[in-house]
């Protein structure tokens, strides 16, 4: 599909397409989130495929401290405040709230959780003036967190935010997560309300982080069959899950009605990923997301896991294209990482003198010296081509069907059933 037909036709369905971006945002992502530069990567990307162009980008505002408090407790983003500071490695109270190893302590944490948690806000807040139809925000999608404690490498939960914003318009809002990694901390939050469902396919085998999101977990009290579950094994492709993601979203969508979506696209799930577990391209994730955005829903699109982070910057700008529903080359265009460290020197002198030599004389002298120094630095990052790079195939397992406890909803079983059929 591309943008080459008819263009009234063009005129009346394109997506309208919010992109969370300004300088100062990418800089923080890529300083002090886990995945260093992969934020620019990414942006680059983007922008040497000049998406840009077809996106109004919207500056992120910063998340107040109120506004994470409507998910966080006051104790966890108050500790998350007092050891941002001075990056102190050594509180005691650290390891209570997940602090630490997986989520490691660093000067400035709390900022980047505030612009997280803003740049998902802002997002939200576009779809909810209609000023978009689809909102994207990359650098989000940290959907471990939990309301008092950080977790695997999430520190505030910015999707838990930004469907709490959502909600104060739209009644009922689905959360779907496609990340390798069980959506732990956004089924936490929702667990107990029929408001929110929460949709996660994901890698569930012992040991595996985060170890829950078995099947058979499907909410509690009024949120009972509200979260649904869609564990899998190592090794499936593209083809086996989009026909898992189909049966189920269409029973999702048939039961629940939702008025607004949330979709989690971490990209962990990437063939070649150092996670090592599934075998996904971008192509067959697209694919996902196109079901969901074919509802015509408004919908806010957040990133999430990727490890391999040219293919998770080949990853999201191949399905940033799919929004615009734009066809992109498979040679990547040249461009280069600017790594925000610049060194720009200006100065400016500006000397006016205004001589009146009538009654009397006037002289103004404006001197202004501006200086400005970074250090400027860049980097080029060889991906070869689009779809044609890194991605190894795992063959070392296949996707097997898991074991599932009698159920008796209609609604799990007939979730329940599909997914066993399929895989
Ligand atoms: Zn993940």
Request: charge should be negative; charged fraction near 20%.
């Amino acid at each position: 599909m591309s943008c080459t037909g008819d263009s009234d036709t063009v005129a009346r369905t394109k997506r309208k397409v919010a992109y969370i971006y300004s300088p100062e945002y990418i800089e923080t992502c890529d300083s002090l989130s886990k995945v260093p530069k992969r934020a620019s990567m990414v942006h680059s990307l983007i922008e040497a495929y000049e998406l840009l162009d077809d996106m109004s980008v919207v500056k992120p505002r910063m998340a107040t401290i109120q506004e994470m408090a409507q998910f966080h407790t006051d104790a966890y983003l108050e500790h998350l405040h007092k050891i941002s500071q001075d990056g102190d490695n050594d509180d005691p109270q650290s390891g209570d709230y997940g602090l630490g190893y997986d989520c490691p302590i660093v000067e400035g944490i709390f900022e980047y959780a505030a612009a997280v948690g803003g740049a998902t806000l802002t997002a939200a807040q576009c779809l909810l003036e209609r000023r978009c139809d689809v909102a994207i925000n990359w650098a989000g999608g940290w959907h471990h967190a939990k309301k008092d404690e950080a977790s695997g490498f999430c520190y505030v939960n910015d999707a838990v935010l930004g469907i709490l914003k959502l909600r104060e318009k739209y009644d009922r809002v689905l959360y779907v997560d496609v990340d390798l990694h069980h959506g732990d901390g956004v089924e936490d939050a929702f667990s107990f309300t029929s408001k929110v469902m929460t949709v996660s396919l994901h890698k569930f085998s012992p040991g595996f982080f985060p170890g829950t999101g078995d099947v058979c977990d499907t909410g509690l009290g009024k949120g009972r069959w509200h979260s649904v579950n869609v564990p899998m094994e190592d090794g499936i492709k593209d083809d086996k899950y989009y026909q898992v993601f189909l049966s189920v979203m269409q029973e999702v969508r048939a039961l629940f009605n939702p008025e607004a979506v949330v979709m989690q696209l971490g990209a962990d799930t990437m063939a070649g990923d150092p996670m090592c577990s599934f075998n996904m391209t971008p192509v067959g994730v697209a694919r996902c997301m196109q079901h969901v955005l074919q509802w015509r829903l408004p919908t806010l699109l957040l990133g999430g896991g990727g490890y391999h982070l040219a293919n998770t910057a080949r990853c999201w700008t191949f399905l940033t294209g799919s929004v615009l529903e734009r066809t992109l080359s498979s040679e990547i265009p040249d461009h280069e990482v600017d790594t925000h460290t610049h060194t720009h020197t200006h100065t400016h002198t500006h000397t006016h003198t205004h001589t009146h030599t009538h009654t009397h004389t006037h002289t103004h002298t404006h001197t202004h010296t501006h200086t400005h120094t970074h250090t400027h630095t860049q980097e080029t990052h060889h991906y070869y081509t689009l779809f044609r790079c890194t991605y190894t195939i795992n063959n070392r397992s296949r996707a097997n069907p898991h074991t599932v406890n009698n159920q008796t909803n209609a609604f799990a079983s007939a979730l329940i059933y599909t997914h066993c059929t399929l895989l």
